[in-house]
Structure formats: structure tokens, C-alpha cells
Nanobody, 114 residues
Framework: VQLQASGGGLVQAGGSLRLSCAVSGTILSGNVMGWYRQAPGKQRELVATVTNGVSTNYADSVKGRFTISRGVAKNTVYLQTNSLKPEDTAVYYC?????????WGQGTQVTVSS
């Protein structure tokens, strides 16, 4: 299983970005797909997860601004980020967890300028 994240970039505060994570390989039932982020000098933190393509969970800091969703083909997970703030600047990572274990994609940099 491989995960490929994309969609990061430089945006002004208040702007939006749509991050994508494409999964190659089989995704087993009982899966959780999610986005995490790591800012310089800080620990990696959960941003949002979607369980079995249905139930979502968000960090308090992004509730109401970010939306996680699965693609129609179910092998892609998106993170729509709106009303971005400078404190959202980080490397964003996607993750798949299923009965086999956890798989991470490479990060995509999101930089929000004030």
C-alpha cells in the first residue's frame, strides 16, 4: 500500500487549499483514513479522520474550517481547508489504518502567510 499526498502550497490567510491523498492497493474494511500535520519544532498532530468512509472527526482547531471526505472510488481522501490561518502552516501527512497496520504518505507543505 502506498499513499501519495498532494495539493499543498503557499496561500494568504483566509484562503483555501484542497489536499488530496491517493491510495494505491487494497483498502480493507475497518479502515480509518486521516490527515495529520507537523509544524516546525512541534509534534505531529491529528487534523481530521474518516472511519469507513462515513464517520468524521476533527481537531478542535480546525472544526468548521476543514472538511475531510473520501472520493467516489474510495481510494482517495481529501482535505478541504478553508479560512486558513498562519498557525495552519505545517507539513500535512495522510495516513491509512486498517487491520494490516498503519501506512503513511509523504508530506505536503502548507504555508499560510499573514
Amino acid at each position: 500500500v502506498q499513499l501519495q499526498a498532494s495539493g499543498g502550497g503557499l496561500v494568504q490567510a483566509g484562503g483555501s487549499l484542497r489536499l488530496s491523498c491517493a491510495v494505491s492497493g487494497t483498502i480493507l474494511s475497518g479502515n480509518v483514513m486521516g490527515w495529520y500535520r507537523q509544524a516546525p519544532g512541534k509534534q505531529r498532530e491529528l487534523v481530521a479522520t474518516v472511519t469507513n468512509g462515513v464517520s468524521t472527526n476533527y481537531a478542535d482547531s480546525v472544526k468548521g474550517r476543514f472538511t475531510i471526505s473520501r472520493g467516489v472510488a474510495k481510494n482517495t481522501v481529501y482535505l478541504q481547508t478553508n479560512s486558513l490561518k498562519p498557525e495552519d502552516t505545517a507539513v500535512y501527512y495522510c495516513k491509512l489504518a486498517d487491520p494490516r497496520g498503519s501506512f503513511w504518505g509523504q508530506g505536503t507543505q502548507v504555508t499560510v502567510s499573514s
